[in-house]
C-alpha cells in the first residue's frame, strides 16, 4: 500500500476533495457517494457522527469508505446517518487496495450499519457483512415512460400540485452540487 489516509473531520474530508473527485469521475456513482453531499453532511452531522473516512491508494488503485462513527450507537456507518439512499464505497483498480481500507476500519472493532446500497453495487466486496439491497426507494427514469404516460398513471398529481400553487410553493430543480440546499435539507 502506497498511502492510507484517516480523515476524521470535515476539514480532513476537504484535503481529500481531489482524490475524493478523481474517484467519482472513475467510478459510477450516485449523487449520494459525491463528495459535496459527504463534506456536508460531515459538517451537519458532527455532534452526531464522527467522521471516519478512509482513503488508501497504490500504484494499481485506490479506494475511498466514507464511513463516520455513530456516537449515539457505537458502530460504523456511512456518512450522512440515514438522509442517504444508494450508498457504498467508491474504489477504482485492485480490490486490494479496498480490502487494505476494510482493514483499517476493522480495528475500530466496532460493528457496521449500511443503511442501503445501490442495487448495482458489488456485492461480492459486501460478503463479510449483513446487508440487503434496498428497493423501497422510488424511481422514475426519463428513458422509461414519457411525461403523458406518467401523468396518466398519477392523475391526482395535478390536483397536489394546485394545491401547493396555492400555498406559495415553488418547484425548481437542482444538481447535488449545490452545498448550501444541502445545508439546509439537513438542517430541517
Known amino acids: 500500500m502506497r498511502r ?3 480523515a476524521r473531520s470535515h476539514h480532513d ?14 467510478c ?3 449523487m449520494f457517494q459525491s463528495f459535496v453531499w459527504n463534506h456536508t453532511a460531515a459538517q451537519a452531522f458532527e455532534d452526531r457522527e464522527v467522521p471516519f473516512v478512509i482513503y488508501a491508494e497504490s500504484d494499481q488503485g485506490a479506494a475511498l469508505i466514507p464511513t463516520a462513527i455513530d456516537q449515539a450507537r457505537n458502530r460504523l456507518v ?8 444508494y450508498r457504498d464505497v467508491l ?5 486490494q487496495v479496498l480490502a487494505s481500507a476494510w482493514n483499517r476500519a476493522s480495528q475500530l472493532g466496532m460493528k457496521f450499519s449500511s443503511g442501503a446500497l445501490r442495487s448495482d453495487s458489488n456485492f ?5 457483512f449483513d446487508v440487503s439491497r434496498f428497493y423501497g426507494a422510488p424511481r422514475v427514469s426519463p428513458k422509461e415512460v414519457t411525461a403523458e404516460e ?29 452545498s448550501d440546499l444541502v445545508r439546509c435539507i439537513y438542517q430541517q
Do not use: M
Not at 474530508?13 to 472513475?26: D, F
Not at 456511512?78 to 439512499?85: A, Q
Not at 461480492?124 to 463479510?128: K, L, Q, R
Not at 392523475?155 to 430543480?173: I, M, N, P, T, Y
Open 28 to 30: 459510477t456513482v450516485t
Open 4 to 6: 492510507t489516509v484517516l
Open 150 to 178: 406518467f401523468a396518466q398513471g398519477h392523475k391526482r398529481l395535478a390536483s397536489w400540485k394546485r394545491r401547493l400553487d396555492r400555498e406559495g410553493v415553488e418547484f425548481k430543480c437542482h444538481t447535488g452540487s449545490n
Open 124 to 128: 461480492a466486496a459486501w460478503n463479510a
Open 91 to 95: 474504489t477504482s483498480g485492485d480490490p
Open 13 to 26: 474530508i476537504y484535503r481529500l476533495r481531489y482524490a475524493w473527485q478523481q474517484l467519482e469521475s472513475r
Open 78 to 85: 456511512f456518512l450522512g446517518e440515514t438522509l442517504f439512499d
